[in-house]
Nanobody, 122 residues
Framework: QVQLVESGGGPVQTGGSLSLSCTNS????????MGWYRQALGKERELVAT????????NYADPAKGRFTISRDVVKDTLNLQMNNVKPGDTGAYYC???????????????WGQGTQVTVSS
């Protein structure tokens, strides 16, 4: 079992910055891919960015490109999301995600954190 815990959410003004962090109870290296997703009130959960752990290859959804940066802190063993120039449309619950290979069942398992709320005011 993998437990993901997010931190760093809160209120922020338009144009400001916020940094989110996620810890993985089994360590980041236990996952194949980790990422951030968000869900606004009344909307479906959507991709923000992903990081392939071994290659450090990143992938961003269009709204995040040029403003958000996903990264891995090797010392703290956390997955981070630096959010710059935030907009009201960035408001929502941000969820950490991990895709982990299960060698017994020979399939990928998906894990989610509880989420951290980001509220951008204009």
């Amino acid at each position: 079992q993998v437990q993901l815990v997010e931190s760093g959410g809160g209120p922020v003004q338009t144009g400001g910055s916020l940094s989110l962090s996620c810890t993985n109870s089994r360590g980041l290296l236990s996952a194949n891919v980790m990422g951030w997703y968000r869900q606004a009130l009344g909307k479906e959960r959507e991709l923000v960015a992903t990081l392939t752990i071994n290659s450090c290859r990143t992938n961003y959804a269009d709204p995040a490109k040029g403003r958000f940066t996903i990264s891995r802190d090797v010392v703290k063993d956390t997955l981070n999301l630096q959010m710059n120039n935030v907009k009201p449309g960035d408001t929502g619950a941000y969820y950490c995600n991990a895709e982990v290979w299960d060698p017994i069942e020979k399939r990928m398992r998906t894990y989610w954190g509880q989420g951290t709320q980001v509220t951008v005011s204009s």
